[in-house]
């Protein structure tokens, strides 16, 4: 009787911890979704929903003249309340098509509470509401970012009240809901919700490296940042200015000085002239040349109210576009890049200046003054080359060679893809003429008979496959981590070498990737311009 009370104990026993564990696995599996509540409504933005509606439809309304582009790679948006900065936030979203199938959106801004030294990546919640609905997360995209590298984490605190990420929800919303192609219950992508907060360049730059992956034609950037913080009027005018030209120009160092120059220059609270200043690096540091830095709207809110202009915040807008490709698949940033004969003329003047003025001390700066011209954008003008002379601002690597009689009297050259044409050329010339080791300093009196010789780079273009690499018309730019190496188009017809011989040298002795190394790297071509 004993054993068999125990017996029948061990099967009750038995089928409790059964019963229990398949509780858990159903609870586990129908657990509640998180829901990250829409905390800045009737603050930043109106909370009714068919008003939000309505404000949202009539900001995008403004906007609205066919200038929706699929070529939108990332926006730079404001993210104050829509009194004050909806109309530039609009400006931007109406750049998007959104019946362009995104996977999803990363949403990166700055934080307003918490200092975090790195990036936190909400993978907790499931979704972020607003008055509209909810909003999905990329839980398992967002997951994967804090695999990757331990910039990256979650921090609940970063995310629990800040508004910059939140407020433009209502605009994607809306924006998917008003397209006559796609049906009335279309879902906005999931996003992946970023707030960024160090400014360890290094972090930023490895935030990058891990994002860059994402930035694809099939993903969108969403940059949330307001400008200037409470300078007067007319000083948030001149400091935003200043700023937008640096982001515009595309180069992170540029925008990066234009940021350090308004903290120095001793107008009143400008200590801060982009409050997503980190974001905005993180993105510039995935820009190459197969994009284009458009600036779109630019207002501050003393513009809007005029009543007190003492303390006013500065907006911009601006829509970062991947060079479209034509029916060969080849970018304009390759294919397309041309140098006409008056454009050769000039970079030639622009060479023979830059030594003549070396020779009288003068600073190479000043080379840009030839091209007169200036920029329409910004209220605080500086040089900015007209449509005809816009390949001029193309980044590029460039080679100039200087010869006298006939004979080389010096050589350099720059390759890369981090100073404007006009600016290289002159840079180099200069460095040839003065810096070439195996000469001694050009002489004034040796201009007379100077030959000038300019090689353009065109910009890289990336290649799958070595059926895209055409041997003596392009030159090969091979890169693994940390490793880079190159030969230029006309290294072929000094060696006898196949385009497969081509490429391994080059792994192999400029890489230092090994003769098979350049088969799971970055591949680059480009082509040379001589004249």
């Known amino acids: 009787m004993m054993v068999l009370t125990l017996l029948l104990a061990l099967m009750m026993m038995k089928s409790c911890v059964s019963s229990s564990q398949e ?3 159903h609870s586990q599996q129908e657990r509640e979704p998180i829901v990250r509540p829409a905390t800045q409504a009737n603050r930043f933005y109106e909370g009714n929903p068919q008003r939000l509606s309505r404000e949202v439809d009539s900001l ?31 400006s931007a979203y109406a750049r998007l098509r959104p019946q362009k199938p995104y996977k999803r959106i990363f949403l990166l ?15 907790e919640a499931d979704y ?10 990329d839980r ?5 970012l804090v695999a990757a590298d331990s910039v990256f984490f979650y921090r609940s605190e970063a995310h629990d009240r800040e508004h910059c990420l939140e407020v433009q929800l209502p605009f994607l919303q809306r924006l998917f809901a008003l397209h006559p192609s796609l049906s009335a219950n279309q879902e906005v992508p999931p996003i992946v919700p970023i707030i960024i907060s ?10 990058a490296q891990v994002l860059k992956p994402y930035f694809t034609d099939d993903h969108l950037f969403i940059i949330s940042s307001d400008f200037s913080h409470y ?52 993105l510039m540091l995935m820009l190459d040349n197969r994009y284009n830095v458009q600036h779109l709207m630019y207002q501050n809110s003393g513009d809007v109210d005029n009543h007190d202009r003492s303390r006013v915040v500065g907006y911009h807008s601006f829509a970062i576009l991947r060079h479209s490709q034509n029916g060969s698949g080849q970018t304009p940033s390759d294919a397309d890049f041309t140098l006409t004969d008056d454009d050769k003329a000039t970079l030639k003047a622009i060479a023979l200046q830059s030594i003549k003025d070396s020779l009288d001390g003068k600073p190479i700066a000043q080379q840009r003054s030839m091209l007169n011209v200036q920029s329409s954008k910004f209220k605080d003008q500086s040089p900015k080359f007209k449509d005809q002379s816009s390949k001029f601002n193309v980044k590029c690597g460039a080679f100039v060679s200087l010869h006298r009689q006939g004979r080389l009297r010096g050589c350099i050259g720059h390759f890369g893809e981090d100073v404007p044409l006009c600016e290289i050329v002159a840079e180099m010339a200069r460095a040839a003429a003065f810096d070439d080791p195996r000469f001694m300093p050009l002489k004034r009196e040796e201009l007379a008979d100077l030959d000038i010789e300019i090689s353009v780079l065109t ?16 030159g090969i730019y091979i890169r693994k981590g940390r490793r880079s190496g190159t030969f230029l188009p006309q290294v072929a017809d000094e060696v006898n070498w196949t385009k497969e011989e081509f490429v391994a040298h080059c792994s192999q002795d400029k890489a230092g990737l090994g003769w098979d190394g350049w088969r799971d790297a970055e591949l680059y071509v480009y082509e040379a311009i001589v004249f």
């Not at 403004?62 to 829509?82: C, K």
């Not at 972020?128 to 997360?137: C, F, H, K, M, S």
């Open 60 to 90: 995008l309304n403004l906007h609205h003249s066919g200038s929706q582009d699929g070529r939108v790679a990332a926006l730079i948006v404001p993210h104050a309340g829509y009194y004050f900065s909806g109309s530039v936030a609009a």
């Open 23 to 25: 509780s858990g696995v």
């Open 109 to 123: 801004g700055p934080s307003h509470h918490e200092w975090l030294d790195g990036a936190s990546v909400n993978y």
């Open 140 to 144: 398992e995209t967002a997951q994967q």
């Open 128 to 137: 972020y509401a607003t008055p509209l609905g909810n909003v999905a997360v």
């Open 459 to 474: 910009p890289m273009r990336r290649i799958q496959s070595l059926d895209e690499f055409e041997l003596r018309r392009h």
């Open 231 to 282: 300078p007067s009027y007319d000083d948030a005018c001149e400091a935003d200015a200043l700023t937008g030209r640096a982001i515009e120009t595309g180069d992170v160092e540029q925008f990066i000085a234009a940021i350090e120059a308004n903290a120095r220059s001793g107008r009143r609270n400008l200590s801060t002239s982009a409050c997503g200043e980190f974001a905005i690096i993180t």
């Open 198 to 207: 160090t400014n360890d360049y290094r972090k930023l730059k490895r935030m």
